[in-house]
């Protein structure tokens, strides 16, 4: 069997050039592939290969400045999903073009897996006020699953999010809004965004749908969880939809 990871974090990184060459060096030496990120605003990982090996590259990543907290989501599969490693810096760990909405200066408020499966079950949030699941993603992703009765917005890029959402403000206002995305990246910006826009009711999926269905499973969630590699879609219990051929 094969180890896959997903990890983001958001920190400022000095010399993002010089930590990818770390990483890529660490990655190669130790036969993991999958694709690595690396900006002046954090790093974002998806990784497989075997247990020990991966799980000691993202030991020696937790050892370096800031990115002692990374969490990382583990999974497993029978081949590796991915064809090669891929090592790039790039100008944000997800495109977004917000400034403004940079978890470098704040993380938006959080909601645990478990919390939303209580809110799910009793229809509301603790205060009693109705509740909108806002899907970040892009409707290829949408296409293979979602929260039931989630918000899900006709995009096929994230940063078309605050266009398409524009329209919908009023109506939302009245709900506390739960955006998710995949791990947690998207839906985080997104989060900061909406609150600078005049929201005040609006948390993060804390750990995206992956985090949800690694500590409660598949509770108001329909379908499955695309991902972005041979596996295409994870079900709630993490197993692949299709499995990767050996290669």
Not at 182 to 206: F, I, N, P, Y
Not at 209 to 214: A, D, S, V
Not at 218 to 246: K, M
Request: proline share 6%.
């Amino acid at each position: 069997m094969v180890l896959n990871a997903a990890a983001y974090h958001f920190v400022s990184i000095a010399d993002p050039e010089a930590l990818a060459a770390r990483l890529e060096a660490r990655a190669a030496a130790a036969d993991l592939l999958g694709s690595v990120l690396v900006a002046g605003e954090g790093v974002n990982l998806f990784l497989a290969g075997a247990e020990l090996e991966l799980k000691d590259f993202f030991a020696a990543l937790q050892a370096e400045p800031g990115l002692e907290t990374i969490r990382v989501k583990y999974s497993a599969s029978r081949a590796r999903p991915f064809q090669r490693l891929k090592v790039r810096v790039k100008p944000e760990i997800i495109a977004f073009r917000r400034p403004s909405a940079s978890p470098l200066q704040r993380r938006a408020p959080a909601v645990a897996p478990a919390t939303l499966a209580r809110w799910l079950a009793q229809g509301s949030d603790d205060r009693g006020r109705a509740l909108t699941l806002l899907d970040t993603r892009n409707r290829e992703e949408v296409g293979h699953g979602s929260f039931a009765g989630a918000l899900a917005l006709p995009i096929d890029n994230f940063t078309d999010l605050p266009a398409a959402l524009e329209p919908h403000f009023e109506a939302l206002a009245a709900t506390t809004v739960v955006s998710f995305c995949t791990g947690g990246v998207r839906c985080e910006k997104a989060a900061l965004w909406m609150g600078d826009s005049g929201m005040e009711h609006v948390v993060q999926l804390d750990g995206g749908i992956l985090g949800y269905f690694e500590q409660v499973g598949g509770l108001g969630y329909e379908g499955n969880c695309f991902v972005f590699d041979q596996r295409v879609a994870l079900d709630p219990r993490l197993r692949p939809v299709v499995e990767p051929a050996e290669g």
